[in-house]
């Protein structure tokens, strides 16, 4: 069912202040910066092995980013797994009660569809689930 991690999210306040630690300091290599959620957060994709770090600053102080990183400031903001089917995921987890953020998945610019998963269900950990389209 997990297929393996897909990315760790990272909570940053700034991606270029970030990456003086993480690209200058650290040695990782960044692969692109993009804009996510129609604008609302910034995102540094860093390729690590088949996995990637994502450094994910907030654009809206009001997004739910921008609302945990004022409360717990920078850090571990989540862990995502890919998973072949997240509708099964989501079933088991739904049979399992564990409360859910995405009862349904959503789909991103990539065609991906993902779902979160609330931290109460998941001893403080902030879940993502990710399905890749077919064949990639
Ligand atoms: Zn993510």
């Known amino acids: 069912m997990i297929a393996r991690i ?10 270029n202040d970030a990456l003086k630690f993480f690209e200058d300091a650290l040695g990782m290599k960044l692969d692109h910066i993009a ?15 088949s996995s ?3 450094l994910v600053e907030p654009q809206d102080a009001e997004s739910g980013l921008g609302k945990f990183l004022a409360k717990r400031g920078e850090g571990v903001h989540h ?3 890919e998973v072949d089917d997240i509708n099964a995921a989501l079933a088991r987890l739904k049979e399992h009660g564990a409360q ?6 959503r789909t991103n610019a990539s065609g991906m569809q993902y779902a979160f ?3 109460k269900s998941a001893h403080g ?7 890749r389209p077919n064949g990639k």
């Open 52 to 54: 990637d770090v994502e």
């Open 6 to 15: 897909d990315h760790i999210g990272i909570a940053i306040q700034n991606i």
């Open 117 to 119: 998963i609330h931290p």
């Open 100 to 105: 859910l953020i995405d009862e349904t998945p």
């Open 79 to 81: 862990i995502c797994f």
């Open 125 to 131: 950990v902030l879940i993502e689930l990710y399905q």
């Open 35 to 49: 804009s996510e959620e129609g604008g609302r957060t910034k995102v540094a994709f860093m390729p690590v092995g």
